[in-house]
């Protein structure tokens, strides 16, 4: 195993699977799976696997070893880690499952990460300096974090917080200014996913009127995206338009008539329609 960078040999690595793209950036949030042991235990103390979720932590919030150990590695790479008892839980444990200066062996997996500090550094940036002094390329990038950030949010379940995600974002990009057709483009691209991530929030907290605003901006950018049609297809049948829903993803299978969701979707809104008027 090789030694950490700044721990003194007080947290040691080995690379299982090689991980892609940049090393974890400071202050990130993580996406991690993990096995934590007492060495010389077979059974592990703690394990992401064994309780089924993944385990999403702050750097420079959790232990100090398995932070230290997280900061060296890459998107999907899997690596242990052996923490000396001060980078683990010292000479207290943590009882009753980890006992007093204790040797642990991690074996973790980086799902995934947000890069939180830098988008928090950029908008207090933004936030100070007036819009004509930060690039565009920035503000997207910020944008972009708290996208995915969102993301993560979302396929937790936690609709209201990705919406709050997301809406940070657009906040951003819809006070930018473009000086060219490249920058117009960039900051189009990015928008259009932005609200259409908060129409899916909405619709997954059946907030009908909400979802169908943010489908309307999509296609203030795009008149052809199919996504925001199916979207507020899906809108509409959730208010019990049922006939507007028919027509609005008439327009997406349109646009994408290969699509199986959109077709689903008007299979579902005739589903609806049917036990509406008791066929």
Same mark, same amino acid.
């Given at each position: 195993?090789?030694?950490?960078?700044?721990?003194?040999?007080?947290?040691?690595?080995?690379?299982?699977? *090689?991980?892609?793209?940049?090393?974890?950036?400071?202050?990130?949030? %993580?996406?991690?799976?993990?096995?934590?042991? %007492?060495?010389?235990?077979?059974?592990?103390?703690?394990?992401?696997?064994?309780?089924?979720?993944?385990?999403?932590?702050?750097?420079?919030?959790?232990?100090?070893?398995?932070?230290?150990?997280?900061?060296?590695?890459?998107?999907?790479?899997?690596?242990?880690?052996?923490?000396?008892?001060?980078?683990?839980?010292?000479?207290?444990?943590?009882?009753?499952?980890?006992?007093?200066?204790?040797?642990?062996?991690?074996?973790?997996?980086?799902?995934?990460?947000?890069?939180?500090?830098?988008?928090?550094?950029? *908008?207090?940036?933004?936030?100070?300096?007036?819009?004509?002094?930060?690039?565009?390329?920035?503000?997207?990038?910020?944008?972009?974090?708290?996208?995915?950030?969102?993301?993560?949010?979302?396929?937790?379940?936690?609709?209201?917080?990705?919406?709050?995600?997301?809406?940070?974002?657009?906040?951003?990009? *819809?006070?930018?200014?473009?000086?060219?057709?490249?920058?117009?483009?960039?900051?189009?691209?990015?928008?259009?996913?932005?609200?259409?991530?908060?129409?899916?929030?909405? /619709?997954?907290?059946?907030?009908?009127?909400?979802?169908?605003?943010?489908?309307?901006?999509?296609?203030?950018?795009?008149?052809?995206?199919?996504?925001?049609?199916?979207?507020?297809?899906?809108?509409?049948?959730?208010?019990?338009?049922?006939?507007?829903? /028919?027509?609005?993803?008439?327009?997406?299978?349109?646009?994408?008539?290969?699509?199986?969701?959109?077709?689903? *979707?008007?299979?579902? /809104?005739?589903?609806?329609?049917?036990?509406?008027?008791? /066929?």
């Amino acid at each position: 195993m090789t030694p950490v960078d700044g721990t003194n040999g007080g947290v040691k690595k080995k690379i299982l699977r *090689e991980g892609v793209g940049g090393i974890v950036p400071e202050g990130a949030t %993580v996406k991690v799976q993990y096995n934590g042991y %007492v060495v010389g235990e077979a059974e592990p103390f703690d394990s992401t696997w064994l309780r089924g979720s993944k385990q999403e932590i702050k750097l420079g919030h959790g232990l100090l070893g398995f932070d230290a150990g997280v900061a060296t590695m890459r998107k999907s790479e899997t690596s242990q880690f052996l923490l000396q008892p001060d980078w683990g839980f010292g000479a207290l444990g943590c009882p009753p499952r980890v006992p007093g200066s204790a040797t642990l062996l991690f074996e973790i997996e980086l799902v995934s990460f947000v890069n939180a500090a830098a988008a928090e550094a950029d *908008e207090e940036a933004f936030a100070g300096s007036g819009h004509g002094s930060v690039r565009l390329a920035q503000l997207v990038d910020v944008a972009m974090s708290e996208r995915r950030a969102g993301n993560d949010c979302f396929y937790r379940g936690d609709f209201g917080q990705a919406m709050a995600k997301y809406q940070k974002g657009i906040g951003l990009l *819809e006070k930018a200014s473009m000086k060219d057709e490249a920058e117009e483009k960039l900051w189009r691209e990015e928008l259009i996913k932005l609200y259409l991530n908060v129409a899916m929030c909405c /619709i997954k907290k059946r907030l009908g009127p909400k979802a169908i605003t943010f489908c309307n901006k999509v296609r203030d950018l795009d008149r052809s995206n199919a996504k925001a049609y199916y979207c507020h297809g899906q809108a509409c049948r959730i208010l019990g338009e049922f006939d507007k829903a /028919i027509r609005m993803c008439l327009e997406a299978a349109k646009l994408k008539p290969n699509s199986e969701e959109v077709r689903a *979707e008007l299979r579902l /809104i005739n589903k609806c329609c049917r036990f509406m008027h008791g /066929i």
